[in-house]
């Protein structure tokens, strides 16, 4: 039952801004960390950023800080990414993911289906 829909993908010139959505719903959205990853092709998924609960903390990967920042909503079930200032190498496809304990399977990954991001001139 969890979904978990990104938006906000396109096409923008090196320096430009995206804002990406996900819209989280099949679980209780306020109460759990929930982390942006991208995958260029023929690379492996890596996370981008992470958000606590009440966003009291945020964590980047080093090659967005100062870049990217991540916030949520929890009244629209909603987490965000800003990107600022981009780069070609930040051309992937960008997910949103929760993890959560199954009983009887225990710490579950939930993606969505991805968005795409692309830099280029």
């Known amino acids: 039952q969890v979904q978990l829909v990104e938006s906000g993908g396109g096409l923008v010139q090196p320096g430009g801004s995206l804002r990406l959505s996900c819209v989280a719903s099949?679980?209780?959205?306020?109460?759990?960390?929930m982390r942006w990853y991208r995958q260029a092709p023929g690379k492996t998924r890596d996370v981008v950023a992470v958000?606590?609960?009440?966003?009291?903390?945020?964590q980047y990967t080093n090659s967005v800080k100062g870049r990217f920042a991540i916030s949520r909503d929890n009244a629209k079930n909603t987490v965000y990414l800003q990107m600022n200032s981009l780069k070609p190498e930040d051309t992937a496809i960008y997910y949103c993911?929760?993890?959560?304990?199954?009983?009887?399977?225990?710490?579950?990954?939930?993606w969505g289906r991805g968005t795409q991001v692309t830099v280029s001139l």
């Open positions: 099949g679980f209780d959205f306020s109460r759990y960390i």
């Open positions: 993911n929760v993890q959560r304990y199954v009983d009887g399977t225990g710490i579950q990954d939930y």
């Open positions: 958000i606590t609960s009440t966003s009291d903390n945020k």
